[in-house]
């Protein structure tokens, strides 16, 4: 029986393990999960297992936070121990966090095979911590899984190639299953007629990365912009935006904006079906807005999923002053293409694996 280990640790993560969890029982594959303890507030992590019913973690390293080398360090001596001691056929990794960094260094330190699941992505922006991530570990891996064909052409250019396959974005596969059981007949309201077009609706807002929290005027000038906006603005409030905002004096509670909680992942599927929109600088919600069919408009220079941007869906909004016509311009007129497969990519990453 193959045996495969999943690591796992932040919020993203744990929605992508949700649909590869159930595929791999439905395979018969021995599957473990390790949990690095990256994040651990309930509501980061504990409420994914819970909703998205996935198993309880086999091994729970807690690590928790730290700057990138103590985290990353403390992960990597963790799951050493871990990973000799199952000896698993394939150690799958997910995404971009430190957390599969530290895997994927960690299997290939004693010579198991890795598997990275959502290889190839690229922002090309070496600030951003996850850029190193995802890059490292597609050169440390033995077989790249792809979300998408600009992921399989990057792999290429890359020299990977020969160990790329395309198997679609396993996030279609759980966002979908998740709207048609919090909004039946979801499919239906992508567009200005839809719950989303109605004069009441509000936003849905999360800002999280360091770049727009960790300077006190470029955080001002988001709040600023999201707190000027023309209708209400839920914002999902990070601990790091908690933090950041309470050390710099800047006021969650203003003008249009809500602070609220980290939502749970079916409500806030069902926050961005509601919704006259989303801002973000979250990877993950770009994606679920666009998937979801509600615009989107990011708070970053780039994006690496290029393919939300294609027909106006989403936009870049790297400059705050930018912020409001973004958020406000008129639904795209057209309907959107399925550049993230077709919701059964998990199947096909435990079909990867099994003939790996
Ligand atoms: C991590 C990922 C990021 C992903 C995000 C999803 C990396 C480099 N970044 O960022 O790609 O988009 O997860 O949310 O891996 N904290 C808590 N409770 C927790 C966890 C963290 O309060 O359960 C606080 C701590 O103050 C911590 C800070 O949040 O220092 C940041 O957490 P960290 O694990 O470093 O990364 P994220 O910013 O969440």
């Not at 790329?164 to 974005?169: E, H, K, P, Q």
Request: charged share 20%; hydrophobic share 45%.
């Amino acid at each position: 029986m193959t045996k495969v280990v999943s690591v796992v640790g932040a919020r993203p993560q744990f929605v992508k393990l949700a649909p590869v969890a159930e595929a791999m029982t439905a395979a018969g594959v021995d599957h473990r999960i390790v949990h690095s303890g990256q994040h651990y507030d309930q509501a980061l992590s504990q409420s994914f297992f819970a909703d998205l019913a996935i198993p309880a973690p086999d091994v729970n390293l807690g690590v928790g936070s730290g700057s990138h080398g103590r985290q990353t360090g403390a992960m990597l001596a963790a799951l050493e121990d871990v990973l000799a001691a199952e000896r698993p056929d394939w150690t799958l990794v997910y995404g971009d966090t430190n957390t599969t960094l530290a895997a994927a260094l960690a299997a290939v330190k004693i010579h198991l095979p890795v598997a990275h699941l959502e290889a190839g992505l690229r922002s090309f922006n070496r600030r951003m911590p996850e850029e190193h991530n995802r890059v490292l570990t597609d050169h440390a891996a033995d077989l790249l899984l792809a979300p998408t064909e600009v992921a399989m052409a990057h792999l290429a250019r890359e020299g990977l190639g020969p160990v790329s396959r395309l198997v679609g974005d396993v996030m279609t596969d759980v966002a979908h299953r998740v709207a048609d059981a919090v909004r039946p007949g979801w499919r239906e309201t992508a567009g200005p007629g839809g719950r989303g077009g109605r004069a009441s609706a509000g936003f849905v807002a999360t800002i999280h990365r360091p770049d727009n929290t960790d300077r006190p005027e470029r955080l001002a000038a988001i709040l600023e912009a999201l707190a000027g906006l023309p209708r209400p603005v839920s914002l999902a409030v990070h601990p790091r935006l908690a933090a950041r905002a309470a050390e710099f004096g800047l006021p969650l509670e203003r003008g249009s904006l809500r602070p609220i909680p980290p939502l749970a992942y079916p409500e806030m599927v069902a926050a961005i079906l509601d919704a006259a929109g989303v801002v973000t600088d979250s990877g993950g919600l770009q994606k679920e807005a666009y998937l979801l069919g509600r615009p989107c408009t990011t708070v970053r220079p780039e994006t690496e999923w290029v393919e939300t941007l294609a027909d106006g869906w989403n936009q870049l909004a790297a400059d705050p002053a930018a912020i409001a016509a973004a958020a406000t311009r008129p639904w795209p007129p057209g309907p959107r293409s399925q550049p993230y497969g077709d919701g059964h990519a998990a199947a096909k990453v435990v079909a990867a694996l099994l003939d790996g």
